[in-house]
């Protein structure tokens, strides 16, 4: 069974400019999910997507957005990237809300 | 809200020695919980979860915890450290109703094995 896949591994943006990064979720799986491991701050929710809709955001602006598609697989979008965004995003997938969230092996964003 | 404590950012074990990483929960009620690892450049690896049944859990890798309600705790333990077991262990909870499924984290600890 393949597991989440993110794409791309790496992504080199500058201040400004705006980032779009990619999940695919577990085969089967409906749920996903959006965090940010930026260096000093830990682990953070970001997003949360199940059956299309967006279920609920952590405590990030609005510039980070994103959307779930019909194959449940899903997009993150950072709008007028900051250098803070630097960090690596980390996607998980759930079969459904009370299963264990299963992680792919993220998207290292750096902003020069 | 729920909340996270893992005691202890960084801790150093010989090889063959007992691994005990501490976590700490802060909850009106008992959530899920849950061990996860990360090592250099990966994502996160699920080790175990507490979902209300059992009270010790056993995981991946030999790995165990057990949930104390009294104490709101979910350390994790291997009887046995190998060098392979040296990463980054998390501890995250979850609520068990409500709308707010998303995991909370705690800060982490860097676990080193020494030969």
């Known amino acids: 069974e393949a597991g989440v896949t993110q794409s791309p591994t790496h992504l080199i943006k500058t201040r400004g400019q705006q980032a779009t990064l990619r999940c695919s979720p577990i085969s089967g799986h409906t749920s996903v999910y959006w965090y940010q491991q930026a260096l000093g701050l830990g682990l953070q929710f970001l997003l949360w997507y199940d059956e299309g809709e967006e279920r609920n955001r952590g405590n990030f602006p609005p510039r980070f957005s994103g959307r779930q598609f019909p194959n449940y697989s899903s997009e993150l979008n950072v709008n007028a990237l900051e250098l803070e965004d630097s960090a690596l995003y980390l996607c998980?997938?759930?079969?459904?809300?009370?299963?264990?969230?299963?992680f792919g092996d993220g998207t290292r964003l750096s902003i020069l | 809200a729920q909340s996270v404590t893992q005691l202890g950012s960084h801790v150093s074990v010989s090889e063959g020695a007992l691994v005990l990483l501490r976590c700490n929960y802060s909850s009106s009620v008992p959530p899920y919980l849950f061990w996860y690892v990360q090592y250099p450049n990966q994502g996160l690896q699920l080790l175990l979860k507490y979902t209300s049944a059992a009270t010790l859990v056993k995981g991946i890798n030999g790995f165990e915890a057990e949930f104390k309600k009294s104490e709101t705790s979910f350390h994790l333990t291997k009887p046995s450290a190998h060098m392979s077991d040296a990463a980054e262990y998390f501890c995250?909870?979850?609520?068990?109703?409500?709308?707010?499924?998303?995991?909370?984290f705690g800060s982490g600890t860097q676990l080193t094995v020494l030969p």
């Open positions: 995250a909870v979850r609520p068990i109703s409500g709308s707010a499924r998303q995991l909370t």
């Open positions: 998980a997938s759930s079969p459904r809300v009370d299963q264990p969230q299963h």
